[in-house]
Nanobody, 114 residues
Framework: QVQPVESGGGLVQPGGSLRLSCAAS????????MGWYRQAPGKQRELVAG???????NYADSVKGRFTISRDNGKNTMYLQMNNLKPEDTAVYYC????????WGQGTQVTVSS
């Protein structure tokens, strides 16, 4: 099964920044709206940002104004720029289409802690 590959996570202090990348193969990426999801320990996976294949974006209220989603269709890659990170942003971050066409990848761990 085709899985996206997420990267770019790490340990960062509150107020810091990280840029996540998602490499996804196939025609699905080019035609589908994509999203960044996250799952914190003991919580359900949630959609935090989405982007259509034409570049229209939307964000969960919890990240609006701090996170920016973007995509490069020529490289089959999507990004999530995360600024002013907070401890509550700590989670494993995943990418997928908004209708979950891919199998879930391994994700990338983001830990925000002093």
């Amino acid at each position: 099964q085709v899985q996206p590959v997420e990267s770019g996570g790490g340990l960062v202090q509150p107020g810091g920044s990280l840029r996540l990348s998602c490499a996804a193969s196939g025609f699905i990426f080019l035609v589908k709206a994509m999203g960044w999801y996250r799952q914190a320990p003991g919580k359900q996976r949630e959609l935090v940002a989405g982007i259509t294949n034409g570049g229209i974006t939307n964000y969960a209220d919890s990240v609006k104004g701090r996170f920016t989603i973007s995509r490069d269709n020529g490289k089959n890659t999507m990004y999530l720029q995360m600024n002013n990170l907070k401890p509550e942003d700590t989670a494993v971050y995943y990418c997928n289409t908004v209708d979950l066409r891919y199998s879930w990848g391994q994700g990338t761990q983001v830990t925000v802690s002093s």
